[in-house]
C-alpha cells in the first residue's frame, strides 16, 4: 500500500516536471525565460525544454503588427490656433529581450512619445498647413518615435492622424471662407460666360457681314459679267447684222432693195411725225425723194470702196 502510494507521487512529479519541461510556443510569438531571476533565453516557436523550477517564463510578447490608438489631445499651432488632434500608431516587437527589459512599459512610452512629437510637429505649422501636410506630420512622428523604440526593441511602422478638429469659431470661419470663395468662383464663372457670350456675338455679326459683303461683291461680278456680255452680244449682232446687209448689197438687186427699205422708212417717219405731233416740220425737197434715195446710196457705195 505505502508502495503504491509512493509509485502515484513519483507519478504525480513526473508530470509536473515535464509540464513545467515543455513549453510550446505560438506561431509569431516569443518567450523570454529567466533562469534564477535573470535573462537566459527567448524561446522561439514551436516546442521548447526548460528546467522546471529554475527556469522560469517571464514575458510572453506577439510578434505580430499592433495597431495603438493614441488619445486625443490639444495641439497648438504656429498661428496660435487649437487643434484637438487623434490617431493611432502602428507598431511591431522586433527584439523580445529590449521589449522586457527596456522599459518598464513600452506600450505607455511609445504613446506618450507620440503625443510628444505630434504636439511639437503641429507646433511648427499654421494651421491651414496641417490639413495638406498630413503625410509631412505623420513622417516626422514615426521617425522621432522609431529611433527611441529600437531601445526598447520595437519597431514604429507608422502612424496616420484619424481626426483634426478645430474649434468651432474656426470652423465657422472657415465655412464662411470656403463659401466665399465659392461664391467668387461663381460670379467668375459667370463674367467668363458673359464675355465669352459677347465675344460670340461679334464674331458671329462679323462672320455674317463678311458674308454679306462677299455676297455683294459676287452679285456686283456677276451682274458685270452679264452686262459685258450682253453689250458684247449685242456689239456681235450689229456686227452680223452690218456684214449680212453689205452682203445682201453687193448682191444682184441690193441696190434696189436698199433704196426700197430707205423710201419706206422715209414714208413711215412722215407717218408718225403727222400722227404725233400737231405741227409738221417738210423738208424743201419733199417731191425730190428719189435725190435723197441717190445720196443715200452714194454713201453706201463709198462705204463699199472703202
Not at 537566459?40 to 506577439?62: E, Q, S
Not at 505623420?138 to 507608422?158: M, P, Y
Request: charged share 20%; proline share 3%; glycine share 6%.
Amino acid at each position: 500500500m505505502d508502495f503504491m502510494f509512493f509509485f502515484f507521487i513519483l507519478l504525480f512529479i513526473a508530470i509536473v516536471f515535464i509540464a513545467k519541461s515543455v513549453n510550446v510556443v505560438p506561431q509569431q510569438h516569443a518567450w523570454v525565460v529567466e533562469r534564477l531571476g535573470k535573462y537566459h533565453a527567448t524561446l522561439a516557436p514551436g516546442l521548447n525544454i526548460v528546467v522546471p523550477f529554475i527556469d522560469r517564463v517571464a514575458y510572453k510578447h506577439n510578434l505580430k503588427e499592433i495597431p495603438l490608438d493614441v488619445p486625443s489631445q490639444i495641439c497648438i499651432t504656429k498661428d496660435n490656433t487649437q487643434l484637438q488632434v487623434d490617431g493611432i500608431l502602428y507598431f511591431q516587437i522586433t527584439d523580445a529581450m529590449r521589449a522586457s527589459y527596456g522599459s518598464s512599459d513600452y506600450i505607455a512610452a511609445i504613446t506618450q512619445l507620440a503625443q510628444t512629437t505630434l504636439r511639437s510637429v503641429i507646433g511648427r505649422l499654421e494651421l491651414d498647413k496641417t490639413f495638406e501636410e498630413r503625410d509631412y506630420i505623420n513622417t516626422c512622428v514615426v521617425t522621432a518615435i522609431d529611433e527611441s523604440a529600437q531601445n526598447w526593441g520595437v519597431k514604429v511602422l507608422r502612424y496616420e492622424i484619424k481626426d483634426l478638429t478645430p474649434p468651432a469659431a474656426i470652423l465657422q470661419a472657415m465655412q464662411a471662407q470656403i463659401t466665399a470663395e465659392r461664391e467668387k468662383r461663381a460670379l467668375i464663372a459667370a463674367s467668363e460666360g458673359r464675355k465669352q457670350e459677347q465675344i460670340n456675338i461679334a464674331d458671329g455679326q462679323r462672320e455674317a457681314e463678311i458674308a454679306k459683303s462677299e455676297g455683294e461683291k459676287q452679285g456686283a461680278i456677276n451682274r458685270a459679267q452679264g452686262e459685258a456680255a450682253a453689250i458684247i452680244a449685242i456689239a456681235d449682232a450689229n456686227a452680223e447684222a452690218l456684214r449680212k446687209v453689205g452682203q445682201a448689197i453687193s448682191e444682184q438687186g441690193g441696190s434696189d432693195a436698199v433704196n426700197l427699205k430707205v423710201a419706206e422708212q422715209y414714208v413711215a417717219a412722215f407717218e408718225k411725225l403727222a400722227k404725233t405731233n400737231n405741227s409738221i416740220i417738210v423738208p424743201s425737197n419733199l417731191s425730190d425723194i428719189g435725190g435723197l434715195i441717190a445720196g443715200a446710196m452714194k454713201i453706201v457705195e463709198s462705204q463699199k470702196k472703202s
